[in-house]
């Protein structure tokens, strides 16, 4: 990969984020408020819908790429904006006025189904399975990745962050300065939204980018050297969202309905602030990251780091007398 390819087209997309995010702000302060609730995280009516700003920057400088060096564009930008449109414009009319959890679903799954077929399953799948069992993993795991990175943008600078972190580390190990832009683009909505947020990314910006995350991996695990234990890098913010789904699934509480039991959301509740908490997990994902390069032993190491953190943060909620289940 071009370093200096990737580093330029990191500084435009931020340059673009930074402008096109500004203008959405001043559009959602009018039109888009998100007015504090029980499980808000927020306490003052904050601005949604920031997304926008870094899907329009990065579809623009994707798109400029793809017509000045196509042999750098890789995934195809074009098809890969093209599934993520439709994700976009439901997460966007939710924003707006809402939309039923049927609505959403079916949006999710058809670009989640678009994807997978123009990326294909990865190999590691199609060799112990059917194509078609592989393909039908592959869609369910899309659609979660999407929900888990709506999910997750409870907080100021959280997953912004964190998917600044992973973008960046997906480019490097799989030679993709695509992702970098994306980072850029992502980059300049978090100068935005770090705490205290101006704007919040909203359902337009976390389910496309939700998307975009699974595509980083799964583009380069349809070829034979996809090195798997880059995953490691999204364990901080993926883990997270597993050990509380499973977690509620235990105390059989309806996992489809809304909550306010994330780890980083009882971290908070113990008295961390967005800062604390955000940085934690940043950081993390970068140790993780950077593991993830040492192959399956760093990946190992990652997922032990992770788990000790889980430890850490439960002995910190537990002195805290922070309940699971917000009341």
Same mark, same amino acid.
């Given at each position: 990969?071009?370093?200096?390819?990737?580093?330029?087209?990191?500084?435009?997309?931020?340059?673009?984020?930074?402008?096109?995010?500004?203008?959405?702000?001043?559009?959602?302060?009018?039109?888009?408020?998100?007015?504090?609730?029980?499980?808000?995280?927020?306490?003052?009516?904050? *601005?949604?819908?920031?997304?926008?700003?870094?899907?329009?920057?990065?579809?623009?400088?994707?798109?400029?790429?793809?017509?000045?060096?196509?042999?750098?564009?890789?995934?195809? *930008?074009?098809?890969?904006?093209?599934?993520?449109?439709?994700?976009?414009?439901?997460?966007?009319?939710?924003?707006?006025?809402?939309?039923?959890?049927?609505?959403?679903?079916?949006?999710?799954?058809?670009?989640?189904?678009?994807?997978?077929?123009?990326?294909?399953? *990865?190999?590691?799948?199609?060799?112990?399975?059917?194509?078609?069992?592989?393909?039908?993993?592959?869609?369910?795991?899309?659609?979660?990745?999407?929900?888990?990175?709506?999910?997750?943008?409870?907080?100021?600078?959280?997953?912004?962050?964190?998917?600044?972190?992973?973008? =960046?580390?997906?480019?490097?190990?799989?030679?993709?300065?695509?992702?970098?832009?994306?980072?850029?683009?992502?980059?300049?909505?978090?100068?935005?939204?770090?705490?205290?947020?101006?704007?919040?990314?909203?359902?337009?910006?976390?389910?496309?980018?939700?998307?975009?995350?699974?595509?980083?991996?799964?583009?380069?695990?349809?070829?034979?050297?996809?090195?798997?234990?880059?995953?490691?890098?999204?364990?901080?913010?993926?883990?997270?969202? =597993?050990?509380?789904?499973?977690?509620?699934?235990?105390?059989?509480?309806?996992?489809?309905?809304?909550?306010?039991?994330?780890?980083?959301?009882?971290?908070?509740?113990?008295?961390?602030?967005?800062?604390?908490?955000?940085?934690?997990?940043?950081?993390?994902?970068?140790?993780?990251?950077?593991?993830?390069?040492?192959?399956?032993?760093?990946?190992?190491?990652?997922?032990?780091?992770?788990?000790?953190?889980?430890?850490?943060?439960?002995?910190?909620?537990?002195?805290?007398?922070?309940?699971?289940?917000?009341?």
């Amino acid at each position: 990969m071009s370093w200096s390819l990737a580093a330029g087209l990191f500084v435009l997309a931020l340059m673009c984020g930074l402008a096109a995010t500004r203008l959405v702000l001043g559009y959602a302060s009018r039109c888009l408020l998100d007015i504090p609730c029980g499980r808000s995280s927020h306490t003052a009516p904050t *601005p949604r819908g920031g997304g926008l700003g870094f899907l329009l920057s990065f579809a623009a400088v994707a798109l400029v790429l793809r017509g000045l060096a196509p042999e750098a564009a890789r995934p195809d *930008p074009l098809p890969l904006l093209l599934a993520a449109a439709p994700l976009a414009f439901a997460g966007w009319l939710d924003d707006k006025r809402g939309l039923s959890r049927r609505a959403r679903s079916l949006v999710q799954f058809a670009c989640a189904t678009a994807l997978v077929a123009w990326l294909g399953a *990865p190999q590691m799948l199609t060799q112990i399975m059917p194509h078609a069992a592989a393909f039908v993993l592959c869609v369910v795991a899309a659609v979660a990745v999407i929900n888990f990175t709506n999910f997750m943008d409870g907080m100021d600078g959280f997953v912004a962050g964190v998917s600044v972190v992973i973008l =960046l580390f997906a480019g490097a190990a799989f030679a993709a300065p695509l992702w970098w832009a994306l980072a850029g683009a992502v980059a300049g909505f978090l100068f935005f939204n770090w705490h205290p947020a101006r704007i919040f990314m909203g359902d337009v910006g976390s389910t496309a980018l939700g998307l975009f995350l699974c595509a980083a991996f799964l583009a380069p695990a349809a070829g034979p050297d996809f090195s798997w234990p880059m995953m490691a890098v999204g364990l901080p913010l993926f883990g997270d969202a =597993l050990y509380t789904l499973a977690r509620r699934a235990l105390r059989r509480e309806n996992v489809l309905n809304a909550h306010h039991s994330h780890v980083y959301q009882r971290l908070m509740r113990s008295g961390l602030g967005h800062d604390a908490v955000a940085l934690r997990y940043v950081g993390l994902s970068a140790a993780c990251g950077l593991l993830g390069l040492a192959g399956a032993t760093g990946a190992l190491a990652a997922l032990l780091a992770c788990l000790a953190g889980l430890v850490a943060a439960e002995l910190r909620c537990a002195r805290a007398d922070v309940p699971f289940t917000k009341s």
